[in-house]
């Protein structure tokens, strides 16, 4: 399927599913194979501070991840690439990437999306952490962009109406879940993580991540041709 020759495809896994920010004539699920969806990066920025570094999605190698892939017309392609490395470029963690992906249903055919990989030599690169220090980061972190804990029940709360399951994300809510209970009133912005975090079951303590400092060397890798 195409949208055009000069239409511009970008596949969001992230927060990209509840908030482009940029004008597409179409929006469709969308499957890319040999990526995975992971709590990989340090937020200091979007989602946490210097201070008390959050957590955010990231695309890493193996797996597949399911998302929605927009088409942009031609004449707002430029516009929109602009916007979108404005976004989510700030330190340089991630690396534009042109892939192939599959839609899914109606729509079926393969496209090829602008989307945005993890740079794994990032210092912000936090690898696969244990399920309990990420649910430790995000729990307590809040940047620009509001509360960490929203960005997660957002996340699962759109894939959700994709009909996908992330069980590794229902597990890092539920382990969240009873030290919600701890945070002021406003910590938490959306009514829908207040009451998803009730659900969750009791688990055992959590310890503190590092983080490491952020390099400025990597805003120059922006793009990873394949």
Do not use: K
């Not at 969240?176 to 910590?187: D, K, Q, S, T, W």
């Not at 975090?197 to 503190?208: D, E, T």
């Amino acid at each position: 399927m195409s949208g055009g020759r000069h239409d511009l495809w970008v596949f969001g896994y992230g927060s990209l599913m509840w908030r482009p920010g940029f004008p597409y004539r179409e929006a469709h699920h969308a499957r890319l194979a040999g990526w995975r969806r992971c709590f990989c990066i340090y937020s200091v920025h979007h989602r946490g501070t210097t201070a008390r570094p959050g957590l955010v999605l990231g695309l890493d190698r193996g797996g597949a991840c399911e998302g929605i892939a927009y088409r942009v017309a031609g004449e707002q392609a430029a516009e929109t690439v602009r916007y979108l490395r404005a976004r989510e470029q700030v330190n340089g963690v991630y690396r534009e990437a042109h892939l192939p992906v599959d839609l899914i249903g109606d729509a079926h055919g393969v496209v090829t999306a602008l989307t945005f990989i993890v740079e794994r030599a990032h210092p912000n690169y936090a690898g696969q952490l244990p399920l309990h220090v990420q649910a430790r980061l995000i729990r307590g972190a809040a940047g620009r962009s509001g509360n960490n804990l929203d960005y997660l029940v957002s996340t699962l709360r759109h894939l959700a109406e994709l009909g996908i399951r992330e069980r590794e994300l229902e597990r890092l809510l539920a382990l969240i879940g009873p030290h919600a209970a701890r945070l002021p009133p406003c910590a938490t912005g959306s009514p829908h993580a207040v009451a998803m975090v009730r659900l969750a079951r009791a688990q055992r303590p959590i310890r503190r991540a590092r983080l490491p400092r952020g390099d400025r060397r990597f805003l120059h890798r922006l793009r990873l041709t394949d």
